[in-house]
C-alpha cells in the first residue's frame, strides 16, 4: 500500500453538534476544523499556554469594544489577571468611563436615520447609539479631574491610574478603569489626544491654565522599560489601530537597551482588517517576525473574526479551562502609585531607559 | 427630568462572563450587545422564529464548509429538520462524499510551499489538505455511478437523491448526502457543472456515451414549484454563491405564477462578503427586498462572521434551545423517489411551472 | 562600506503626479510603489506578456459588472481578442442583453428606501436601479426564443451562441453577447441555472414542453477538450465566483486526458473577496498551484480592487500598450456554428474527451 | 405609454475603452458606473467643489502610503495647496523623513520568508521592504535633533514644523515634511508616541535629560482653534485611523465654542475597512453626521479602495481638472514660526480655546 504523503497527518474532525456544549468545548471540538474556526481554537490554546509561562501579558485593545458591550469582558480579564497591562485607545476608556458613571449606551440599528439621530442629539457607533448632552457631561467631569491635579505632566499611563483611582472612589462600580486601578494592572493611552478623554483633558486648560499635560513620549520610556526590567512577554490584540503597534513598539525599544528582549514569545490577535493593503492594524504576525517584534519561534495566531463574536467565547472557554493556570501564574507586580512606578520591585521610570547592554552604555 | 430621546430605548448589556456558559447562554448574552455579536445571537432567534411558524426553510451553502469541518453540522440540520430543502455548490457536496466514502480532509497550514503540495499531489484549501489521489478516486466512483443510470436528463435534485442513495447502501455512513437522502430532504446544485460532481458527470460520457445529463432548468421549475405548492418560505443562507441566489430565484419565479408566494418571511445570512462592490454574494437582505425576494416586513438578520465560528456556535445553541419547537414543527413531507417529486402528496414538476394565477393562464 | 541586502535591490519609486498622464502611463508609475497599486501595474504587464505568447486566454467574470456599466469593456477585450473565451455568471450575460435591447440600469442610490423601491417595482443592485418589468420582458423575450430551437440539449456554450446570433440579428447593437458572437468567441455559463437566463429559459418550457434543455455537463467536456487541443492556457479572472473555478477546473479535467496540459501559463485576477475564509472565490494564485490550475512557474497577480476602478484603467491602459501584440497574436480560430465546435480546425466535442494520454486510453 | 418610476433617472453609460485616456478623462467616463468606480470620481468631482469653496481643507493619512510609494503625491497635494492642513499618522512622517534623507524603502514580496529578513535585519510591510539599520539611523538624527530644541513642551504641530525645517535645510530634498515647512501647512500627528519619530524623541531624552516633551493636548486644543478661526472645513481622509477622528473631533470640539461650526461642509474617504465591525475606521460618512461631525447637507463620499489605487489616479486627474482652481483659491495662510501660530494673521493658541459663544462663556 502506498505510503501517506507527509503533509497528510492530522484528518479534520467534523465539528459534531451536541446540545449543551460550554464554551470550552465548542473550541476543543473546533481545533479539528479549518479556516478561523480553528484559529479562534488554537487562540483559546496559546492563550493557555502564556498563562503558564512566565510572561507579561499586554493586551492592545481598539475598535469600538467598550461601547459594544465588551468592557466587563476586559474588566475580567484584568481583574483574574489574563493579562498584565492594557494599551487602549481613548474611545474604549471613555466609554468605559460613560457606563461606570452609570449612562448606558443603547442598542440601535445601522439602518438609522442620521439626521434624525442628530436633531435628537444622538451619537451612533454602528447599531449603537449614546447621549450627546451625556458625553458633554463627562467631558465635563474629565475637565474637572484633571484640574484638580498638580501642575505637571503625566505619561497617559499616570494619568489613567489616578483616572481609574478617582472613579472608583466616586462610583465604586466595576468597568476597565477601576478593575485596572484596583488590580494595580497599568493602562497605557498613546493616542489619548485622538479620544474624548483628550478633548476633556483639553477642556481642562479652560478651567486651570497649564493643566491637562500628557507626556506620551513618557509612556513609551515606561512600557519600554517595563520590558527591559521583564524581558518575557506576550501580545494579546485586539482589532488593530495605535495599542497593536504601541506594544510591539515597546519590545523593538526594548531591545535597543537589552539583549535579553527577543520579541513577543506568544501572539494572537483579534482582527478584521486584512495585510494586503499595507496598514499596520491587518498586518500579518509573520511580517512582525522581520522587524523582531515577535521571536521567530513565537506561538502566534490571527484570527479573522469581530471581536463581539471571539471574545466572549474566548473569555468564557478561559474562565473555565485556564482556571487552574491563574492561581500559579508568575505574573508581574505593580505599584503604579509610585513615582515611578515599579514592577516586581524595581522602578520603570519615565524619563530615561534602563541601560542593560554594554554596547549601549 | 429631561425626557430621553425615542432613540434611547434599551441599554446595552455589557457580555457577563461566566465559567461554563453553554452555546444558547452566550447567544442569549450576546443579544444585548454590538455588531456582530448581537447579529449572530439575532440569527438564533430568528432561526426559532422560523422553526415555531409554519415555512419551508431552505438552506443555503457555499465555501468550502465541508471540507472545513462543518458537514456533520449541516448533516444534523437535515437530520433534525432544522431546515427542509438544501441549496448547494459542488464543491461542499463532493467533500462530504470524500469523506463519507472514508477518506479525510487533513489540518494543514496557510503558509504553506504549494510547490512541494504539488509535488506530492495534495491540493490546499486555505489551510486544509487532500489528496489528489483520493480525489480522481471519487471522480471515477462518481462517474461509475452515473453510467449505471438510466439514459435521461435528470434535475440535480433527482441525481443528487439517488447518488445520496447509493451512498448510503454503499457506506452506512453520515454526511450531508446520506443525511438528505434518510430524512426525504432535497438537494439542489445549481451549478454542478463547476464542481467535482460535475467532473464525475463528465467522465461518466466516456463509459457510456450520453450519460451524464443533468437538467439544471428543470431544477428551476421544481424549486419554484415546491413554493408555490407551498408559499411560506425562509431563508438560511451560509456564504453566499449561487446557493443564496438560487433560492431567491426559486422566490421570485414561483410569484411569477402564484400570488400566494410573497418572498421570503424569515432571511438569515452569515456572510465574509461585502456589499458595496454589487456582488450578489455581498448583498444586503435590505436589497433583497427591493426585488421581491423578501416580504418588505420579512425578520432577518445578516451576520458577518466566517461560518466555521458563527455555525458550530448557532447549530449547538440551537440544538438546547429549539428541541421543543422541532417535534411541533409543520414540516413539508416529501418524496423523493417520486416522479415528479412531491411534497405534502402535490406533485412537483420540472417540466412546467405549476400556474396558480389566473393573470398568468 | 557595508554590502546592501540581497533583498533589498529595486527602490520604491515614489509616483510622482504630473498633469495629463494617460492610464498606460499611469500604470508604469506604479509599478514601483507598493500594495494593490503595483498588483494592478503588474497585471498589466502580466496581460501584456499573455498578448506576446501563444496561450488561449480565458477570462473569467462574475459581480455585477455588466449592471455597472463594465459591459462594454468585455466587449472592447473580446471584439480585439484580448482574451479567447469568456465564462460567466448568467446576471452579467442578462443584464447585458438588458442594455443590448435597447434598455438600461439607472444611476441609484446604496441608501435607496427598498421598500419604497418595491413598491416602484425597481430593482436594486447596489447603487443601480433596473425596472423589473423590463425584467420580465426580457424573461419572456429569452424564452421565445428558445422555444424556436430545435428540441434537444444545448451546451451553455452553443445556447449563448446562437443567443448572441439572434440578438445581433434582432438588434445590430455592441455588447457582450453580441461582440462574441461576431468575434467567434465561445461563452461558457456553467451556472446558468443560476440566472435569469437560466429563469428564461424554464419559462420556454410553458411555451413549448420539451424546451430549454442545457447540457451543463457537455460544457465541462467542450472546456477541457478546448485545452487539450490547445493546451498553453492563460487566465484573466474578474471577481471570483464560478467562472474562476470553472477555467482552473477545465484546465485540471483537461490534464487527466492530455499529459501536455500543465495548468496555466500567466494568471491574474482582479477579487475584492480573501483567502481567510477558505472559499474558492478569494483563494490565492499560490494555493491554485498545488492543484495544478497552474503552472509552477506561471506569472501570476492577484489584484484586490473593485473591478470598476481596476478594470477600466487597464482596458484602457492596453489599448495603447498592447497595440503592437494584438495584430500579431497567435489566437486560437473557433468555428461556433459547426457541429461539434471547432478550434483551429479541430473538433471539440461536448460528448467525450479526446483523449491524447496513453495512460488514460 | 406608461411612465417611468421616478427612481429611474439617469442611465448607467457604460464604460467606452479609449486609448489615450487621461487621468480625468478616466474619472469622467468613471462618473456613469456603478460601485466604487463611481464614488471614485465622485471624489474626483467633490474635491474640485471643495477647492472653488471657501473651506479649510484638511487631509488625513493613516496607513503605510509613504512607505508604499505615495509620499511624492502628498507633497504635491501640500505644495499646491489642494489642502491646507494635514493630519498624519508618525509612520507616514517617518517614512517620508526616512526617503527625505536619501534612503529607500525596496520593492520586496508578500510572500517572503519572514526569519531570513529577521536574520538580515530587514523590516517588512506586506511586499516592501527596509533596512532596519538605517532606521535607526533615522531614530538617532530625530533624537539628536530634538535634543538641540530648547527645553519645554511642543505640540506635535510645532514640533513638526520645527522638524521639517531642520530636515529642509538639511538636505533640500521634496517630501511630505519639507513641503509642508516650505508651504507653511500644519501637520498634527495625533499619535506621534506611536510611531518611530516618537522613538526618536523618546531617545532624546538619553541625550539630554528632559527632553522630546510633546503636547499633544495642546494639538487638540490648536486645531479647535484653527476652526474657530475658520469654520467652514472639508476632510480628505485615507484610510481611516487616527488622523480621521482627529479631524472630525477638532470640528466637534471647535463647535462647543462657536456656533458659527456646523461639521465639515465637503468629506471624501478612501478606505479599506467597512462599517460593520464598528470601528471608527471603517465607519460611514452618514453615521458622522449622526455626531456632528458632517453638516447633514454635506457633500460626500466614501472609496472602497486601496489608496495606491485610487490616489495616483485622483491625485494626477485633479492636477488638470483642478488646475484653474487653485490660483483663485481662497486659502487659508499660516503662520507656523510664530508663537502661537497663526492662521489669517488671527492667533491660534494651543493653551486655551478661543471662546465665542456667549453661551460658553
Known amino acids: 500500500m502506498k505510503k501517506k504523503s507527509r503533509f497528510l497527518q492530522t484528518p479534520i474532525e467534523p465539528f459534531a453538534v451536541e446540545a449543551g456544549l460550554s464554551a470550552d468545548e465548542l473550541l476543543v471540538r473546533m481545533e479539528k476544523i479549518s479556516f478561523q474556526g480553528r484559529n479562534l481554537a488554537t487562540a483559546h490554546r496559546i492563550w493557555q499556554k502564556m498563562l503558564q509561562d512566565d510572561v507579561t501579558i499586554f493586551l492592545g485593545m481598539a475598535g469600538a469594544l467598550s461601547a459594544g458591550g465588551l468592557r466587563m469582558v476586559v474588566a475580567h480579564l484584568i481583574l ?18 460613560h457606563e461606570t458613571r452609570g449612562q448606558h449606551h ?26 450627546e448632552e451625556e458625553f458633554i457631561g463627562n467631558d465635563n467631569w474629565i475637565a474637572s479631574f484633571a484640574a484638580t491635579l498638580e501642575k505637571r505632566a503625566y505619561t497617559s499611563r499616570e494619568f489613567l491610574y489616578r483616572l481609574g483611582g478617582h472613579l472608583w472612589k466616586t462610583t465604586k462600580q466595576e468597568g476597565i478603569l477601576t478593575a485596572a486601578y484596583r488590580a494595580n494592572v497599568p493602562i497605557f493611552c498613546p493616542a489619548i489626544a485622538d479620544s474624548s478623554i483628550g478633548m476633556g483633558l483639553s477642556q481642562a486648560r479652560q478651567q486651570k491654565p497649564g493643566a491637562g499635560h500628557i507626556d506620551i513620549i513618557g509612556d513609551i520610556v515606561e512600557s519600554a522599560n517595563l520590558i527591559i526590567r521583564r524581558p518575557r512577554t506576550a501580545s494579546v490584540v485586539l482589532g488593530g489601530g495605535t495599542p497593536k503597534n504601541f506594544i510591539n513598539q515597546a519590545s523593538v525599544q526594548a531591545e535597543f537597551y537589552s539583549d535579553a528582549v527577543g520579541g513577543h514569545r506568544y501572539a494572537l490577535q483579534i482582527v478584521t482588517d486584512v495585510p494586503h493593503f499595507g496598514g499596520a492594524s491587518g498586518s500579518s504576525l509573520e511580517e512582525a ?21 471571539a471574545l466572549p467565547i474566548l473569555a468564557t472557554a478561559l474562565a473555565k479551562s485556564a482556571k487552574p493556570f491563574l492561581s500559579k501564574r508568575k505574573k508581574p507586580v505593580f505599584d503604579l502609585a509610585a513615582r515611578p512606578m515599579t514592577i ?10 534602563e541601560e542593560v547592554n554594554e554596547s549601549a552604555v
Not at 86 to 92: E, K
Not at 118 to 125: K, S, T
Not at 344 to 353: I, L, Q, Y
Open 289 to 309: 517576525q522581520s522587524w523582531g517584534k515577535l521571536a521567530t519561534d513565537s506561538a502566534r495566531v490571527s484570527v479573522q473574526a469581530d471581536a463581539t463574536i
Open 106 to 131: 443603547y442598542v440601535g440599528s445601522a439602518h438609522a436615520d442620521d439626521a434624525a439621530l442628530a436633531e435628537d442629539r444622538i451619537d451612533r457607533v454602528y447599531d449603537t447609539y449614546a447621549s
Open 344 to 353: 516586581d520591585g524595581a522602578a520603570v521610570p519615565s524619563d530615561r531607559f
Open 80 to 97: 483574574n489577571r489574563y493579562v498584565d497591562c492594557l494599551v487602549s485607545t481613548g474611545a474604549n476608556l471613555y466609554h468605559d468611563l
